[in-house]
C-alpha cells in the first residue's frame, strides 16, 4: 500500500501547477458560455442538450485524456513511475496509485464541469437545478473514473503512450454509435444515462455497471502488463 501511496503523490505532483488549473478555467468558461448560450435559444432543453453535448460529449473526454496524458508525464504507463521505481518502489503498485489518482482528478473536475455547465443552462431560482445536478454529478464521477482508466490502459500501448490518443480517437468515433463495439467506450454508456440511444439495448441501470466494469477491467490490465 506504501507504494501505491508513492505512485498517487507522483501524480498529483504532475498535476500540480498553473498549467493544469489554465486548462481547467478554459474548460469551464467553454462548457459555461456553451451553456448560457443554449439557455438563450431554449431555456426548457438546455440542461439536457449542453449536458449531452459540450459537457459530457467532448469536455469530460478531453479532459481525462489530458490527465492522463499529464499524470504518465508523456510517456507509456508502464515507464511514468520509473523515477520512483528505480527508488525501490515496486512498479505495478505505483501504477496502481498512479492511475486511481488520476481517476479520482478526473472525476472530480467532471463533477465541476456539469456544476458549471448546470448552473449556465439553468436560473439560479430553477426548481430543477437541484434535481439536475443530484443526478448529473453522480455520472460525472462514474464516467470520469471509466475514462482516466481507459486512457490509463491504453497509454501501455506505443513507444510514448501513443495509444492514449487512439483510445480518445476510437471513443468519438465508435462509441458515437450503438453496436458491439461501441458497448467497449465509455461514451456509449454515458449517452445511455443521460437519456440517449443505449449501446446493445442496455438499460440504464446496466450502463452504470458497463462504467464500472470498464474501470476495473482497464485497472486489471493495467496492473498485470506493467512490466517490473
Not at 3 to 29: E, K, M, Q
Not at 113 to 137: K, N, Q, Y
Not at 161 to 168: F, I, N, P, T, V
Request: hydrophobic share 55%; with cysteine.
Amino acid at each position: 500500500m506504501n507504494d501505491v501511496r508513492v505512485g498517487a503523490r507522483l501524480a498529483f505532483a504532475r498535476l500540480r501547477g498553473p498549467s493544469s488549473a489554465l486548462v481547467l478555467a478554459i474548460s469551464a468558461l467553454t462548457v459555461f458560455a456553451a451553456a448560457a448560450l443554449e439557455q438563450r435559444s431554449n431555456a426548457a432543453s438546455a440542461p439536457d442538450d449542453v449536458l449531452s453535448g459540450v459537457a459530457f460529449g467532448i469536455a469530460l473526454p478531453v479532459l481525462a485524456y489530458l490527465v492522463s496524458e499529464r499524470v504518465c508525464d508523456g510517456q507509456r504507463l508502464d515507464r511514468s513511475v520509473d523515477s520512483v521505481a528505480r527508488h525501490g518502489a515496486d512498479r505495478r503498485h505505483a501504477v496502481l496509485g498512479l492511475l486511481l489518482a488520476s481517476g479520482l482528478a478526473t472525476a472530480l473536475g467532471g463533477a465541476f464541469l456539469v456544476l458549471i455547465a448546470l448552473l449556465g443552462a439553468h436560473t439560479l431560482h430553477d426548481a430543477s437545478l437541484a434535481f439536475d445536478l443530484r443526478s448529473s454529478i453522480g455520472i460525472a464521477l462514474v464516467s470520469g473514473f471509466a475514462y482516466a482508466l481507459c486512457f490509463g490502459a491504453a497509454s501501455l500501448l506505443g513507444k510514448r503512450g501513443g495509444g492514449r490518443k487512439w483510445a480518445l480517437v476510437a471513443d468519438f468515433a465508435v462509441g458515437s454509435g450503438a453496436s458491439a463495439l461501441a458497448a467497449l467506450c465509455p461514451r456509449s454508456h454515458v449517452r445511455n444515462l443521460l437519456g440517449g440511444i443505449p449501446a446493445l439495448c442496455l438499460s440504464q441501470t446496466s450502463a452504470w455497471f458497463a462504467l464500472i466494469a470498464i474501470s476495473i477491467a482497464c485497472l486489471g490490465v493495467s496492473f498485470v502488463w506493467t512490466t517490473e
